[in-house]
Every structure is written in C-alpha cells, then in structure tokens.
C-alpha cells in the first residue's frame, strides 16, 4: 500500500465560511453578499456551522453541499477504484484500459516495475468478512506475481499479433493499478467515508478513506472534529 498517493487537484478556498454564509442567508432579511466584510473568520464560521447545523444530530447536512473538493487518486487497484464508483455520491474520471495498456507491455520491456502496474497484498495475516483468518505466504505471493508476469506476456503477444485493447485486456489480472479523478462536495464526502472508512470495509478502500480523511481535516478542520467525534467509523446511515 505505500505506493497509494492521494492528492488535491482543487477546492473551495474558504470552505467554512461560505456554509455560514449559506446558513446564514438562510435567516437574514438582507442580501448576504452587501455584508461580506461583517463576516466572521474561517474558524468561528465552522464553529457557527457545527452548533446550528450539526451537534445534537439535528441532521442539517445542506449547507456543507455549496463546498467542493477534486482528489487525484493514484495507484490503487481496479477493485477499489469499482466500490468507490459503485454508491454514484461523486463525479469520477477513471484512467482507461483501453487507452492506458502500454504500461502492460512496458513490464515485459522492463520499464516498469511489475508493482507499479499490479496490486498484491503484503505478506501477512489476514481474515474474511466471515471472520476465517489466513495468511498470505510469501511463497504464495511469488506464484501470484509471475501469474501477473505471464499475463503480461500474454497481453504484449496478444497486441503485436493485431489484437485490440479492449480485447487483451480481458485475460489481465484483476487488480491492476488504476488512477482516477474523484470531486465531491463536502456532504458527499462525508457520506463517502461513512461508508468506507470502517472496520469491516476492505482494507484497501480504507486506506482510501484515511488518506482522504487526512486532506479533509486539513480543508475543514472545525467540521471534522466534529465528524470524528460522532460520525467516524461508526457506520451510520450517511447523511
């Protein structure tokens, strides 16, 4: 998992605020926008939103909707890229195998690494959702990396004899590596992590979560403590 990355594409500058600034509108006689400079700062705009929106469960989610966010994901497997994909709570632009298969062949070429392209478990101990453990040998890791090796083989000989891409893809392992552009709002995020960022999600989208979850506290930090406080690997209906 250490070649996972997650980065910031964009996002609303001062989110906090403009939830107080919806809010507020909310309520207000006058037009928000001829009072901007009456504003209070980012902080105490979180602080407003949690307590009028969020503590007590009171449930009031919309506002955090005018506030988006744009990840980079890169480097996990198909699988999550699939459950991440799967509730439609964001807008996602997924990399092609279709369009993207050369760095199949750069393996068998040795410009790549095989793990730069394919996704394995570490060695290790391991359980089902069933709650039957396992572990993943070494040995056994070796056999599925030269599977991953041969299908390489298999996928360059498949193209060089006039195959197309949507066709050789078909025999590759399942997990290899796939990036993609993920944006949301912040309700849909919250939303995403209630669902993902558990103790019984798989492990990989859980390093998804957390790795989201770390640029998320940094984006807005008085939401999030709230969040973690009351809503974080609870598994509760999302908002």
Request: proline residues 3%.
């Amino acid at each position: 998992m250490d070649k996972f990355k997650v980065e910031v594409l964009s996002k609303t500058a001062n989110p906090q605020t403009i939830m107080y600034l919806a809010l507020h509108q909310d309520y207000s006689e006058d037009y928000i926008y001829e009072s901007l400079d009456k504003t209070p700062s980012e902080i105490k705009c979180g602080e407003i939103a949690v307590k009028r929106l969020l503590e007590g469960n009171r449930g009031h989610f919309g506002v955090l909707e005018h506030c988006y966010i744009v990840f980079s994901v890169g480097y996990f497997p198909h699988s999550v890229m699939q459950q991440a994909t799967r509730h439609r709570i964001a807008s996602f632009d997924v990399q092609s195998g279709r369009y993207s298969g050369q760095r199949i062949v750069d393996v068998i070429n040795f410009k790549r690494s095989l793990e730069d392209v394919f996704y394995l478990r570490p060695v290790g101990n391991y359980s089902d959702r069933q709650g039957k453990k396992y572990y993943y040998s070494p040995e056994l890791r070796e056999i599925h990396l030269q599977h991953c090796v041969d299908a390489c083989g298999l996928y360059k000989q498949n193209i060089e004899s006039g195959m197309s891409e949507e066709h050789a893809r078909g025999l590759i392992p399942f997990d290899f590596r796939q990036h993609f552009v993920m944006s949301c709002n912040l309700r849909s995020l919250l939303h995403f992590l209630d669902l993902r960022f558990k103790k019984d999600a798989q492990l990989e989208i859980q390093k998804l979560s957390e790795m989201m979850w770390t640029h998320t506290q940094e984006w807005v930090p008085q939401i999030a403590e709230w969040y973690e406080k009351n809503r974080l690997g609870k598994a509760r209906l999302a908002p």
